[in-house]
């Protein structure tokens, strides 16, 4: 059996509970019985696959101190590389215990030591296609979908729908929990002052994903992300992207798409929603083709098949296929008490 150790369980909504969700879900469809949890403990495993190096990494150590000869996979995440791996104080010792490496897009390599990048692997996040949902034709919604934390800069976007004309018909639907209390407070203030910005707060996921799927646009304001969910989820539902000029999108979206403002730039962000919002110089429409170019990354058997030809380097074994059970995720058994 594998264990996947995440800092966020699969049910939860945040980044690391996502993917957590995702992966297990891909190894137990490749043959692999799968518990999850928050931590090592003790038990027999055939090997550990970690997300977030800084609050998994005590879970590393243990766990290649309790199975010397099984195999270790280490995920990184935008806290861990961003802006390094040493001023996150990511232990260099966690590094060294992983048999392979898991980073979320291309420029993410750069962020990783060179001692370690032949053992590292890109393996781009994936998300099936997302069906359009009617949108409001009154109305030229934008879809931020944030949770309240100082790294997503998440009044940002409020602060560039403040500076359109008048005239402008964007309406941004904010969606993610109030993890910064002052942030909260804030957010909520900015939805009862600004027309055209909305705080939902925390959603079910298939409701975030709906109010995406109806929007003409995603907006990405973060000062740092190691590959986020959102972009994938955009890319699947075809919704052109505005995001800041941070590697963590640009690993995604490429070095040349149209859609990147410089982090913290409220009047930037402003000048292309208005742009998007009347296609001036065809903004939206190459804005809707990059995004539709970058399609394929987001293919779920492209990511399932870089997990199996991971797991296949590092020879761990696929037990009889009668019991692909997930164990600790709601799309398996639950984890025994």
């Not at 995440?77 to 291309?106: E, F, W």
């Not at 560039?160 to 909260?184: K, M, Q, Y």
Request: hydrophobic residues 45%; proline residues 9%.
């Amino acid at each position: 059996m594998l264990l996947l150790v995440s800092p966020a369980p699969p049910s939860a909504v945040l980044g690391n509970g996502v993917t957590a969700d995702r992966w297990c879900r891909i190894l137990a469809d490749l043959g692999h019985e799968v518990e999850t949890s928050d931590h090592y403990a003790t038990g027999q495993y055939t090997g550990l696959i970690a997300l977030h190096a800084g609050k998994s990494g005590d879970s590393v150590l243990k766990f290649r101190s309790a199975h010397p000869d099984a195999p270790v996979v280490l995920a990184l995440t935008g806290t861990d590389l961003y802006p390094s791996l040493t001023a996150n104080g990511v232990d260099p010792a966690v590094l060294a215990a992983a048999d392979r490496i898991v980073v979320l897009q291309q420029r993410a390599l750069d962020q990783v030591p060179p001692t370690h990048r032949d053992r590292t692997r890109v393996i781009v996040q994936s998300m099936p296609p997302i069906a359009p949902e009617p949108a409001d034709d009154s109305v030229f919604e934008v879809a931020f979908l944030a949770h309240l934390r100082s790294v997503k800069d998440p009044l940002l976007a409020a602060n560039a729908a403040r500076l359109l004309p008048p005239e402008s018909r964007i309406r941004i639907t904010h969606v993610g929990a109030g993890l910064d209390d002052e942030l909260a407070i804030a957010a909520k203030a900015e939805a009862s002052s600004n027309a055209r910005y909305d705080w939902l707060g925390a959603l079910p996921r298939p409701e975030a994903l709906k109010v995406l799927a109806r929007s003409r646009l995603l907006i990405l304001t973060s000062r740092h992300e190691g590959g986020a969910n959102v972009v994938t989820e955009a890319l699947a539902a075809g919704v052109p992207v505005l995001s800041t000029a941070i590697a963590g999108s640009v690993g995604l979206l490429g070095e040349d798409y149209p859609g990147y403002f410089p982090v913290g730039d409220a009047q930037a962000l402003s000048v292309l929603l208005r742009a998007a919002e009347l296609d001036l110089n065809d903004v939206y429409t190459r804005l809707a083709a990059a995004c539709g170019e970058r399609s394929h990354i987001v293919d779920p058997l492209t990511e399932s098949n870089a997990w199996a030809s991971l797991l296949g380097e590092l020879s761990i074994p696929v037990p009889p296929r009668k019991d692909r059970a997930c164990e600790g995720s709601p799309y398996g058994r639950p984890r025994p008490p």
